[in-house]
Structure formats: C-alpha cells, structure tokens
C-alpha cells in the first residue's frame, strides 16, 4: 500500500501545484475516488484514481494562475467544468452499455484522439518554460533525476522518477537556501530558494478548504471537450491493467463500469473544487514489480491519501516547493502527454 501511494504522490500533487487547487482536497478525493471506484467495480480492478494531467490545458484556459501564484478568481468555474467532464464519461458508460464497446468506440479514431492529446501536451509546454526561467539549475536538475531514474533505474526506482525528481531537486534547494541562496519575487523582493514560513504556521491536523463548484457556459465548452481524450487515456489504463494481471477488466466488470467509476469520481472532486481523476500508470508499474494484484492494496494506498489530506502542514511543506522544480517536473510531463497523443497515432498506423 506505501508502494502505491509513493507511485501516485508526485503526479497527484503535481496537478494542484500547477493550477491552484488545494494540495489537501486533490489528496482527499484521489482517495475517496480510488474507494468509490472500486465500490463500483465491484472490488475487481486494482487501480489508483489520482489527478489527471490531460485537464491541465482547461484550467490554464478558464483559470490560468496568477504571476505570484496565485488562484484564479475563475476556479470555481473550472471545477464546474471538470463537473461535467465527469458527467461524459457516465453518458459514454451508459451507451457502451446499451450499444457495446466496438460500436462506440467508431466514433472516437485515432486520428481524433490522437492530435487532441497531442496538442494538449504543446498547449501547456510554455506554462512549463515560464516556470523554469526562476531558477534553470533546479529546473536541469529536477529534469536530469526524472530521465536519469526514467532510463537507467531499476525496480521501484524507475516507477517513482517524478517523486525522485521532485526531492532531489528540492534538497539542493533547501541546502542552497542554508547557504544564503535567493531569488526575487513577482514584485521584485529577494527571498530563500525555499520558503518555510507558512510550514511553520501551519496546523499539523485540521480540514481542508474546499471551493464549490459554479457553472458557466464557456468553461464547460473548453473543459468537457477534454473528457475524450481522458476517456481514450481510461481505456489504455484498463488494457494494460489487464494484461499485466491476467484478467480482462473491459469484459468483467465491464468497462462502462469502470467508466462510470472514473466519471462520479471525476464529478465528485470537481463539485468541491478538487481536480478530475484518471486511473495512473504509475500503479499499473507497481502491479508489475510486486506482483501482488490484490485490489485490496491500491485501497489501503487510498486510505493513505485520505490520511495525508487532514494534514495542512503537509500541503504546506508540498507548496514550498520553488516554482523551478516544478517547471523541469512538467516539461518533461507535458512531453509525456504528446508522446502518448504521438504513440496512439503510430501504433494505429494513422
């Protein structure tokens, strides 16, 4: 269950940092997600429900960040949408289940899906250079631990190369700062590399802060739209689960009940401001190195979520971490997100 869970930190954090959302509601309904799908899978699929990346170019069009990182005013607006982007994947379950897989599916090809997810990953890859030019070094090293642990890494090593990234470049910060390190602010005020001020002030236990969810128009035209390309992600998921345990999830329990796990999930976290859901390779890589496919576990990993959410010391000491870090994080995540747009347009022969 601690394997699952150090599988899904760095991605699942990752997601809030980058647009605003509270680290501790993206921590709680990933767990309350994971649970719910499971319920609704009837305790067959041993997946993890964590934050989904492919929703990052919404949020930067509906509620892109301040310059100091700051919230948008708008982010209610973008949880409506992630609303109903979870509200398509309960209608596509119910017509996969009323219709069948094969006839469905016709009318999502590679050669749509395939430029969606792609332009999603090129859309964001600015957002990412923006952020590295506070700190290149921590950026290059951020970037050199995930590639390096990516490729050479052996056992768990190379299932948590975003997590890795993200602590090996935050050590040399925090040394950095011991050392006198600083860097201005957005209004031009030097600071440390690492700020532990709000760490400091921050309650070990209490709840979190949630943003309910309001609707608009034009926020759920550029939101929704994003549901296909979650949803062709959802399916590659469920494949390689699968084969990787040696029962097909598609055909029992069903992929319109997977499906419509993902979606209410996906529904829930918008509804209190928390981030949509998508089920994470990372823990697929886990399945396979421990070989221990009880579902069981990826639920103990859940409840370790749920744990880490009433902690706001914690999502504060997440929060200190230099924009830099996380700017080399993306890069390569956002590459990751157009790599996989470009591999289903291949493998399809498009």
């Not at 999603?120 to 590639?147: D, E, H, R």
């Not at 699968?242 to 992929?255: Q, R, W």
């Not at 103990?300 to 009433?310: C, D, I, K, P």
Request: charged residues 10%.
């Amino acid at each position: 269950g601690v394997q699952h869970t150090f599988a899904m930190f760095g991605a699942t954090v990752l997601v809030p940092i980058l647009t605003g959302i509270s680290v501790s509601t993206a921590l709680l309904f990933a767990g309350i997600g994971t649970l719910l799908f499971h319920l609704l899978t009837k305790g067959k699929v041993p997946a993890f429900l964590g934050s989904s990346f492919a929703f990052l170019g919404g949020y930067a069009a509906v509620a892109p960040l301040g310059a100091d990182g700051t919230p948008s005013e708008m982010l209610p607006y973008a949880a409506g949408g992630i609303v109903v982007s979870g509200l398509i994947y309960v209608i596509l379950s119910a017509l996969i289940k009323v219709f069948g897989v094969r006839k469905i599916m016709r009318f999502f090809p590679p050669v749509v899906t395939g430029p969606i997810i792609i332009s999603i990953g090129l859309i964001l890859a600015p957002s990412a250079i923006t952020n590295c030019q506070s700190n290149w070094l921590l950026a290059f090293i951020a970037l050199a631990v995930i590639v390096v642990c990516n490729i050479w890494g052996k056992g768990m090593v190379k299932i948590i190369p975003i997590l890795l990234g993200v602590v090996g470049a935050y050590i040399v910060a925090v040394i950095a700062t011991l050392c006198g390190a600083q860097l201005p602010d957005a209004n031009g005020v030097m600071q440390p590399l690492v700020n532990f001020a709000s760490v400091g002030e921050a309650h070990l236990i209490g709840l979190q802060k949630f943003i309910l969810a309001k609707f608009d128009v034009s926020a759920v035209l550029v939101m929704a739209p994003i549901a296909i390309a979650a949803m062709m992600e959802h399916i590659g998921d469920m494949s390689a689960i699968s084969a990787t345990v040696g029962e097909n999830f598609i055909e029992n329990p069903g992929l319109h009940r997977t499906l419509i796990g993902d979606g209410i999930a996906t529904s829930l976290a918008g509804l209190f401001g928390g981030p949509a859901n998508t089920t994470y390779g990372e823990n697929t890589g886990v399945l396979v190195l421990s070989r221990v496919y009880d579902p069981k576990v990826v639920r103990l990993a859940a409840v370790y979520a749920v744990v880490l959410s009433f902690s706001p010391a914690f999502a504060a000491l997440v929060n200190s971490i230099p924009t830099a870090i996380i700017g080399g994080v993306s890069f390569i995540l956002y590459g990751m997100i157009s790599a996989i747009g470009v591999r289903n347009v291949v493998e399809n022969k498009v």
